[in-house]
């Protein structure tokens, strides 16, 4: 009986080592037990007196954090005002530096050269998400209300932008980031710094409270209010701006978002748990419970989701979960300056620790669980390290190390040495030693072991001989391919193919035929059925065959005969057979020939009348029948007409849900590319094929593309392009340029109409579903005419929509018994008015481009 080697190693090691160990174990579990919980405990208790008087300490130097920089934010303010009135006094200059606007901020040609997003200054989306902003740390910019001409102000921009060096260096003294330093003069100028955009059209500083009010002050004031920029809550410190007889000027402002002055980030971050922090007024005992605390400053809730800069902001209160705590609280703050009590907030057991002056008092909430964590933790480790203990004595286990040492050091050589054969038979092998064997017998599961290695050499062996015959078919098989692509004068050829294993049956050629006054060459595409290496040897004696007969000058059809009765003769019985298509074309005419062999016909596509064809012809497979006869077909060119060939593979492919690519797709990528050489073209087919396949290539795939060089001069081309914003009459606004623009090209009054439409349609759209906030967005229109082809471009940065993944809707449906929703008819307008529609997601933008060959009175969108 054999018994596993697994056996064995559990035997003899359960004997010699469970008992000492138990014995160890029963020794130790009593007296550690004891010991352990009560050093834990004690350990517990002394660290949660250490983290409250820590959190104690952190209100109060937060408090003491804050005053300072409350008072720093206020000298800075009067700073700015100082370095603004002494810049307004000095005369204009053009040598002050170059003035940037909001308006133009985010144009790469207007903005300044260190604009970049940058981390802290985000903007709150209608989707409660935060978008990077792009902001100057070297150049202010400049914010003009629209009822304001630059020209009209040209002067005290030019002086207010010499405080720009002024205002940089303070607020690179500030003891936190603030978003935004202004300074607003009565003019209706206002210079921002860091510089940046994205301020709305209606905003005006001279209609703000802060702005108003400093009219009539002198000190610095706090407000609160909705940053119009970026949609947080900023705390905004204001102080006006006079010149030397009290006039007023102006005002600054430096505002501070919530975020970055409360800590609850860090404090989470160090805690690792939920930690809240509050600024809130003093106020009497007396004061409702339901009344709460009032809020001066606390971190905003991202929950709170997008709001309007016009909007005004509530008083916040703090409102705890019990009015007992509430009355604690209020009594502690009202006795002590700082300190820490237990209430209940938000529906947890928490911790509250506070640091008071006489009218604020800056508050500390965690839970119980988050301030316990440490104790915990530590508690749990000294549970964890007495367990460890337990389980050690240093006597038994000494001698029970021992005793399993020496038993696993006799043990193993006697187990391992069959292995150690192994290996030195696995190095003979690796070296190329494939007679390598060993001769031992164990008894156990190493037996199977040594048996599967005496079988591994001679398969080794037997596949890397196979591998080495298989890369020299591949590089065979590659040489037998084209080098270069063909050159005869009038066409652009190109072909490539790609193979699912190292060799394949796809196969095509350019062959230089002999004969006739003027060159010629035969462009040939085959498949042979199958693939893999008995499928690649038919192709090669195929292309033998066609380069023998390239020096024979016969018609095409004869060379298609001859190839088939010698592969007719030579794949009787196999069940294999070869599809071909043979073009044969000649320099100097635009005359082509062709025979088609079982091939799928070649697609034909002529760009300027935008129609697509096929060069038919009748015949079977090469291989099937020796005696039967092929014919040859004839068909001109014209200038710039593309022929596409490929094998079943490009149409076949299929992705990952099991669907075909379909001819359909080429049919669409031709005509994308008509404008591209035959190489693009051909690559363009590959690439999608490539990218559309799910599961990996399992066919071969070859494209070969011939177009027509075309012998006329390039067509004239002429353009219009404007900018429309969604807060426009945008039907007002293109309407007279389209108009002018028609007239002026000599376009067709229908013509003209049907752009009309399109326009109007598109930009209703775009305005009606793309944006959801309240701010103005541009809307940029390009119209380009081309000989016959008219071009449209609309961009607009709304929310991604393509119109070619809408749904048709059911016109021959009566309107009760329609599936779907009653609409669409716009879009539908629109594809039936143009020829071609493109769209693509660019840089944030919706980019939809349509043509329109206005030599045709009504062609619809296909593909």
Not at 843 to 854: F, P, Q, Y
Request: proline share 6%.
């Amino acid at each position: 009986m054999r018994i596993p080697i697994r056996i064995k190693f559990f035997v003899v090691l359960l004997a010699f080592s469970l008992g000492p160990i138990f014995i160890s174990r029963g020794l130790m579990s009593r007296a550690s037990g004891e010991v352990a919980n009560k050093t834990s405990e004690q350990t517990r208790q002394e660290l949660l007196r250490i983290v409250a008087d820590e959190f104690e300490s952190v209100a109060g130097s937060m408090l003491a954090l804050m005053e300072r920089s409350s008072e720093a934010m206020r000298l800075a303010t009067i700073g700015v005002a100082r370095e603004a009135e002494l810049a307004l006094e000095l005369p204009a200059s053009d040598d002050s530096g170059k003035i940037y606007f909001t308006q133009e901020f985010g144009n790469p040609d207007l903005s300044p050269p260190d604009s970049a997003r940058r981390d802290g200054y985000a903007r709150r989306t209608m989707g409660m998400r935060q978008q990077l902003i792009q902001v100057s740390l070297e150049h202010p910019t400049f914010y003009l209300p629209a009822s304001v001409p630059a020209a009209s102000v040209q002067g005290e921009m030019e002086k207010l932008l010499r405080s720009a060096s002024g205002i940089r260096a303070l607020y690179a003294n500030l003891p936190s980031g603030p978003f935004w330093i202004n300074v607003a003069l009565e003019s209706g100028v206002m210079l921002c710094y860091p510089g940046h955009g994205r301020l709305p059209p209606m905003f005006d500083p001279r209609d703000q409270d802060w702005f108003r009010e400093a009219r009539n002050g002198d000190k610095c004031r706090w407000y609160r209010v909705i940053d119009p920029t970026t949609r947080f809550v900023v705390n905004k410190v204001a102080y006006p701006v006079r010149d030397g007889a009290g006039k007023f000027l102006g005002a600054v402002s430096l505002d501070v978002p919530a975020h970055a002055i409360m800590p609850d980030d860090r404090l989470e971050a160090r805690w690792g748990g939920k930690v809240r922090t509050f600024l809130v007024e003093r106020v009497s005992e007396d004061r409702p419970a339901s009344a709460g605390l009032p809020i001066v400053i606390q971190r905003e809730s991202t929950a709170e989701g997008h709001r309007h800069w016009m909007s005004s902001l509530d008083q916040e209160s703090l409102i705890l979960d019990e009015p007992v705590g509430h009355q604690i609280l209020l009594h502690a703050l009202d006795t002590r300056r700082t300190g820490v009590v237990e209430l209940s907030y938000e529906g947890e057991p928490s911790v509250c620790a506070f640091a008071s002056t006489d009218t604020y008092s800056f508050l500390v909430i965690a839970p119980k669980t988050v301030v316990a964590k440490l104790p915990n933790e530590v508690s749990a480790m000294l549970q964890g390290l007495f367990g460890e203990m337990r389980n050690l004595s240093l006597l038994v286990s000494g001698v029970m190390l021992i005793i399993t040492g020496l038993i696993a050091w006799f043990g193993s050589r006697a187990i391992t040495r069959p292995i150690v054969v192994i290996v030195e038979a696995a190095k003979r092998l690796t070296s190329g030693d494939f007679t390598a064997r060993i001769d031992q017998h164990t008894g156990d599961e190493r037996d199977e072991l040594i048996r599967s290695f005496n079988e591994m050499g001679p398969k080794l062996k037997e596949l890397l001989l196979l591998n080495r015959d298989m890369k020299v078919a591949q590089e065979v098989q590659q040489l037998l391919l084209p080098g270069v692509e063909p050159e005869l004068p009038g066409f652009d050829i190109a072909g490539g193919i790609a193979y699912c294993d190292r060799t394949g049956g796809d196969y095509y050629d350019f062959l230089k035929i002999c004969g006739g006054g003027r060159p010629r060459l035969a462009v040939i595409i085959g498949d042979v059925s199958g693939h893999g290496v008995p499928s690649a040897l038919v192709m090669a004696s195929a292309r033998g065959q066609l380069q023998t007969l390239a020096s024979m000058d016969i018609p095409p059809e004869e060379r298609v005969n001859a190839v088939n009765r010698v592969l007719s003769r030579d794949l009787d019985g196999t069940g294999r057979f070869l599809t071909m298509f043979y073009l044969q074309l000649e320099q100097g005419t635009p005359q082509v020939h062709w025979v088609r062999a079982g091939h799928d016909p070649a697609f034909r596509y002529n760009p300027e009348r935008d129609e697509f064809g096929e060069l038919l012809g009748e015949g079977i497979p090469l291989g099937v029948m020796e005696e039967y006869a092929y014919a040859s077909q004839a068909a001109e060119l014209a200038d710039g007409e593309i022929l596409v060939m490929a094998t079943d593979g490009v149409w076949e492919a299929r992705n990952a849900e099991g669907e075909m690519f379909g001819k359909k797709r080429i049919l669409a990528i031709i005509r994308e590319s008509a404008h591209k050489s035959a190489g693009d073209i051909r690559q363009a087919v590959m690439d999608a094929v490539e990218g559309f396949q799910g599961n990996g290539q399992e066919d071969d795939i070859a494209v070969v593309v011939v177009k027509k060089e075309a012998g006329e001069t390039p067509m004239a081309r002429h353009s219009i392009s404007f900018r429309m914003t969604n807060k426009e009459n945008c039907f007002k606004c293109f309407q007279p340029k389209v108009e002018a623009f028609g007239m002026e090209r000599g376009l067709h009054p229908k013509i003209v109409f049907h752009l009309t439409l399109v326009l109007d349609e598109l930009t209703t759209n775009i305005i009606s579903y793309g944006y959801a906030d309240f701010d103005e967005h541009p809307i940029d229109v390009t119209i380009e005419l081309e000989g016959d082809i008219l071009t449209i471009r609309v961009e607009d940065d709304a929310e991604p929509f393509n119109i070619l993944e809408a749904p048709e809707p059911e016109l021959d449906v009566p309107l009760e018994d329609r599936l779907k929703p009653v609409g669409g008819l716009g879009i539908h307008l629109v594809k039936n008015m143009v020829h071609d529609i493109h769209y693509q997601r660019e840089d944030g933008k919706n980019v939809l481009t349509l043509n329109k060959n206005i030599s045709k009175t009504h062609c619809p969108v296909s593909g």
